[in-house]
Nanobody
Framework: QVQLVESGGGLVQAGGSLRLSCAPS????????MGWFRQAPGKEREFVGG????????YYADSVKGRFTISRDNAKNTVYLQMNSLKPEDTAVYSC?????????????????WGQGTQVTVSS
């Protein structure tokens, strides 16, 4: 069982930046593909981006491409989501997810393990 813990959320003004982190609580995840998802009130959970186990492949939703960057440090057992040029529409609960799949999936049901999420609020 892999338990994931996110951190780094908070309140930021539009145009600002935040960096989210995701780390497993008990075991390493160097062989897991990782994804970031977000869910705003009244909306379905949506894919933000994902990174392969090696870090060699990254994928992003069109809505965040060019503004968000996913990276991972397997030695530190941590995945990061760097969010720049934040917009009020980025406000949501952000969750990381992990799976042993080789592919970076964009649908939530493809991921086996999830964190509790961290709130990101962008004020206008």
């Amino acid at each position: 069982q892999v338990q994931l813990v996110e951190s780094g959320g908070g309140l930021v003004q539009a145009g600002g930046s935040l960096r989210l982190s995701c780390a497993p609580s008990r075991r390493t995840f160097g062989s897991y593909t990782m994804g970031w998802f977000r869910q705003a009130p009244g909306k379905e959970r949506e894919f933000v981006g994902g990174i392969s186990w090696s870090g060699g492949n990254t994928y992003y939703a069109d809505s965040v491409k060019g503004r968000f960057t996913i990276s991972r440090d397997n030695a530190k057992n941590t995945v990061y989501l760097q969010m720049n040029s934040l917009k009020p529409e980025d406000t949501a609960v952000y969750s990381c997810a992990a799976d042993l799949s080789v592919l970076v999936h964009t649908t939530p049901n493809k991921y086996s393990y999830w964190g509790q999420g961290t709130q990101v609020t962008v004020s206008s």
